[in-house]
């Protein structure tokens, strides 16, 4: 808070500065031996506190009390005196001053008297700003004919509103709240806001525009802990503040990103960029559902996520192509294949408003495009059709004594066809999957603090320990020995 001491007395000024040393870490004081020379001040900085001589030159405390409260009658007053009279006290009360104190001063006193009268400032400020607060509520999310008369005065001014969001509309809160608020209060002045809406939303209102760099470097404080999205509008004093609002909030709809924090101006409004490489995907993906050969169609999705990484499309283009493409795709194939694909937009829209990652997104296109192939029925006995099942099968036997013919041999179709198929979808042999498979169960079973290896290898189908070893340094590069000695470095 703002404190203006005025004392004429040199050295009874040289001993409140010494006393109230206790208060210059949380306040801001200034020492006047006048209180014309307050008075100047004024016209610069407005206390909260002022504590005053009454008997001075030039003008007297009284004048001073009264010269303030006429600028602002919420500024508390407290007087020094050496007169116990009734009419210094009478006279104090009439202007509203809060309390008064005896010379020559006691410590114990003057600290009391500031303590309760700093208690009493901050409770007024925090029922002011709690009015204020409500007034802005009030007038952010109702039009102006519902608007009380005395809040129109909010409306006509010029302000700048920040909109604040943390991840996405419908991703679990998990923001410190405590270290946002406090970043925000660092950056606002006194005068302006700063309003939660819910846990993941947040407003600033700032009563005049400020310059775009010192907004940047608030956007990249907050997304140095955190990913967060900012749009700024300047209102006019001819708008609302609820069309300042809904404006802000449009600007964020359509132009924040996914996946990383985004800023939004009014200046830096993109353009939605062409989605024909990304559509490309999308036609390789219909094949292969048509085929029943989704098992191989882990590297489309990872093309389609590293373009649409790389287009840095805005969230809302983002989710309108994804349901675009499942709309596309669904189409496509209830026409080609004679059958009927059931897809709930609202609730997939609700499920991509939850997500924050690429990792997420991934997954969630995933499992779209599993649902789809659900509707699918294709003859599982073919080939082509059987390479998941056979790398379940590994993924569940492979300690065991298990072969490719014997596979082959129980679903009645030729190993030499199976070979060529496995090999096409996975680009390795069944022998090389298998060893894939059983030598990563093995540093599974190291990193859980199995030690010896003769053990481990019979674990995961390697009777032999030597062949175990063999092939564990062929496929890690390192030896049993060596890459336990790597795990207890770590």
Known sequence: ?????????????????????????????????????????????????????????????????????????????????????????????????????????????????????????????????????????????????????????????????????????????????????????????????????????????????????????????????SQIHMAIYNKSEKETLNHGFLKVHQMLEQHKHFGHSSFVNEQNQQEDPSLTPVWDIVRLLEKQLKAGQFGSAEQQIQQLMSKITLLKISQQQLFQFLIDMYYALALNLEKAMNIKIQFDVDLQLDSLNRLSTYAELEKWITNMLRNIESYIHIDDSAPKHLIPKIKKWIEYDYANSITFQQFAEDHHVSLSYLSQEFKRQTNCTFSEYLSQVRIEKAKELFESGLTRTAEVGELVGYHDPKHFREVFKKMTGMTPKLYKEHIKSK
């Open 1 to 225: 808070m703002n404190i203006f001491i005025i004392e004429d007395e040199y050295w009874a000024l040289a001993e409140l500065q010494t006393l109230l040393k206790a208060y210059e870490s949380n306040h801001s004081i200034s020492y006047f031996e006048n209180a014309l020379s307050a008075v100047d001040a004024l016209k610069k900085e407005k206390p909260d506190l002022v504590i005053t001589d009454i008997t001075m030159p030039g003008m007297s405390g009284l004048d001073f009390v009264s010269h303030v409260k006429k600028i602002d009658d919420q500024i508390e007053c407290v007087l020094l005196t050496v007169h116990d009279t009734f009419d210094y006290a009478k006279s104090g009360i009439k202007l509203g001053v809060a309390d008064y104190i005896l010379k020559p001063i006691r410590k114990e006193l003057l600290f009391e008297t500031i303590d309760r009268v700093l208690v009493k400032i901050q409770e007024k400020q925090k029922d002011e700003e709690n009015k204020q607060e409500w007034s802005i509520r009030n007038l952010l999310f109702k039009s102006s004919e519902h608007v009380d008369e005395e809040d129109q005065h909010l409306e006509r001014q010029s302000l700048t509103i920040i909109y604040l969001l943390s991840k996405n509309w419908k991703t679990p809160p998990n923001i410190d709240q405590q270290l946002l608020k406090s970043k925000v209060e660092s950056f606002i002045n006194r005068n302006d806001y700063y309003l939660s809406i819910d846990e993941r939303r947040k407003l600033i209102i700032l009563n005049h525009f400020q310059e775009d760099h010192s907004l940047r470097s608030l956007y990249k404080e907050l997304a140095s802990f």
